[in-house]
């Protein structure tokens, strides 16, 4: 199985692009992100989910290994097949993704090309449990690598959301009332609310 590559961006194609990697070209399918973010003749380094199947070889890239576990689980939700994930990971980046789920946000996920609002609201739903540890991973490797064309990383009050759904779910609290506790809080408080805030005020939430 092919789980990286690094080489040259030969051509870019609407959802793939060709990567040269020592004269070998390899076409791999991205988001329309990361294709946003591939300029030809430069060296780029996707990580590589590869799906073989009995008439194809397909290999799908990501700028990070979190966009390749969000892919994955993307599909585990009934109706998401690879390209609605990659259509998500494309309007949205993993850390957008991960607030909109933390948030129950479904018309955040319904802008993506293929979903319609039954998939979005199913996606969030099912999600909500499993998706909080893997934003705090998103949230720190969008800040590792400066520079870096990955994820923009989360505007101020995702990163606040996420930090409190994570110390709430440290705290004991399962990863849907902590989702649910600090979305009530940012409803109360509102998009300026800091962490320490969303928190206090999620705890006062979940003791209800």
Same mark, same amino acid.
């Given at each position: 199985?092919?789980?990286?590559?690094?080489?040259?961006?030969?051509?870019?194609?609407?959802?793939?692009?060709?990567?040269? &990697?020592?004269?070998?070209?390899?076409? &791999?399918?991205?988001?329309?992100?990361?294709?946003?973010?591939?300029?030809?003749?430069?060296?780029?380094?996707?990580?590589?989910?590869?799906?073989?199947?009995?008439?194809?070889?397909?290999?799908?890239?990501?700028?990070?290994?979190?966009?390749?576990?969000?892919?994955?689980?993307?599909?585990?939700?009934?109706?998401?097949?690879?390209?609605?994930?990659?259509?998500?990971?494309? &309007?949205?980046?993993?850390?957008?993704?991960?607030?909109?789920?933390?948030?129950?946000?479904?018309?955040?996920?319904?802008?993506?090309?293929?979903?319609?609002?039954?998939?979005?609201?199913?996606? &969030?739903?099912?999600?909500?449990?499993?998706?909080?540890?893997?934003?705090?991973?998103?949230?720190?490797?969008?800040?590792?690598?400066?520079?870096?064309?990955?994820?923009?990383?989360?505007?101020?009050?995702?990163?606040?959301?996420?930090?409190?759904?994570?110390?709430?779910?440290?705290?004991?609290?399962?990863?849907?009332?902590?989702?649910?506790?600090?979305?009530?809080?940012?409803?109360?408080?509102?998009?300026?609310?800091?962490?320490?805030?969303?928190?206090?005020?999620?705890?006062?939430?979940?003791?209800?």
């Amino acid at each position: 199985m092919i789980g990286k590559l690094k080489g040259l961006v030969d051509a870019i194609g609407e959802s793939h692009a060709i990567i040269d &990697v020592n004269g070998v070209g390899y076409e &791999v399918q991205l988001s329309a992100r990361t294709l946003r973010n591939l300029k030809l003749g430069e060296m780029a380094s996707l990580t590589i989910d590869t799906h073989v199947r009995e008439d194809a070889i397909r290999l799908y890239g990501f700028t990070s290994e979190v966009e390749r576990s969000w892919f994955r689980m993307l599909q585990t939700v009934q109706g998401v097949g690879s390209k609605v994930a990659l259509g998500v990971l494309g &309007v949205l980046s993993t850390g957008d993704l991960a607030n909109a789920i933390a948030l129950q946000n479904s018309a955040a996920v319904e802008q993506a090309p293929g979903v319609g609002k039954k998939l979005a609201q199913r996606i &969030v739903a099912e999600l909500k449990d499993k998706a909080p540890g893997l934003s705090v991973t998103g949230l720190n490797a969008g800040t590792a690598a400066k520079g870096a064309p990955t994820d923009e990383g989360l505007p101020a009050e995702g990163m606040a959301a996420a930090e409190a759904i994570s110390a709430l779910s440290n705290l004991g609290y399962n990863p849907g009332q902590a989702s649910a506790a600090v979305a009530a809080a940012l409803k109360e408080l509102g998009t300026t609310a800091d962490t320490a805030q969303l928190i206090r005020r999620g705890l006062r939430e979940l003791a209800r």
